[in-house]
């Protein structure tokens, strides 16, 4: 009988102590959710003349190269049915790569967007993606800017301006880059340029349609910041489809993800 009693206090012991470890975390009741990323790509425009960047496939193929590398799944998709709140939570980050012109068909989809950024969800813009949802506040707010004009494709200077950043670290301070310099406009007051260039220094200004004095010097071509409950990066650079296999490109893309997923600083 005392033995009895001495094996059913134990066993209520045993039990009660692994409830206590689970819910402190120590012993996982299933596996964790996998981290996953959703690669948006869709571009598009009423009359069909908007531009499509040939860099698309090489990009999304750079990103699932990371995801198996980093640990994080990877979906890619143009279809604008994929934004809706069910879906949305699926995801730790958005990633829209050379999207451009309307990201969206209606409004149904612009509110799960913004309610994915309230929730705290993770976005990297990628080149044209600051062309996208251009006559959405919200979205350029995301973002970070809105994309303006470029110049004839060139090789300008790269500098780093915040080398404590995650997504630069290791970058030469200064380094030549053959791009299409992206001047934006209706930049968000908090954003931290991490990734500059002097725009004095550019050829052919004169063949844009806009005055380029308008715009901040050094001109911000990399950026993060938080808004509206997540974190955003954004990189300008990246329209020749060869520089998403180059390591420099590559790792700033890559940390830029991880950041915003909160796996970087």
Known sequence: MKMRLLMKFRN???????????????????????????????????????????????SVEAIRKMGAEKGFAVDASDDPAVFTDANLKQYSVLVFSNS???????????????????AGGGFVGIHSAAGSERDWPYFQSVLGGKFAVHPVMQTFT??????????????????AWTDECYFIDHLNPDIHPVLVTDRTKLSS??????????????????????F????????????????YAKPLLYGVIEGGILWVMKRGN
């Open 12 to 58: 209520c012991f045993l039990n009660a102590l692994l409830v206590l470890t689970v819910c402190a975390g120590l012993v996982p009741v299933a596996a964790q959710k996998p981290l996953r990323v959703l690669v948006y790509t869709r571009n598009y425009t009423p009359d069909g003349k908007g531009y499509v960047h040939d860099n698309i496939a090489s």
């Open 100 to 118: 451009n012109n309307e990201a969206f068909t209606g409004d149904v989809q612009r509110e799960a967007f913004k309610h994915f950024i309230e």
């Open 158 to 175: 790269v500098e780093v301006a915040d080398a404590s950043f995650a997504a630069v670290k290791g970058l030469p301070q200064k380094f």
């Open 205 to 226: 200004l004169d063949k844009m349609k806009i005055d380029p004095s308008g715009f901040p010097n050094p001109l911000p071509l990399a950026w993060w910041h938080e």
């Open 228 to 243: 509206d409950g997540g974190r955003e990066f954004y990189i300008a650079l990246g329209h020749n489809k060869e520089d």
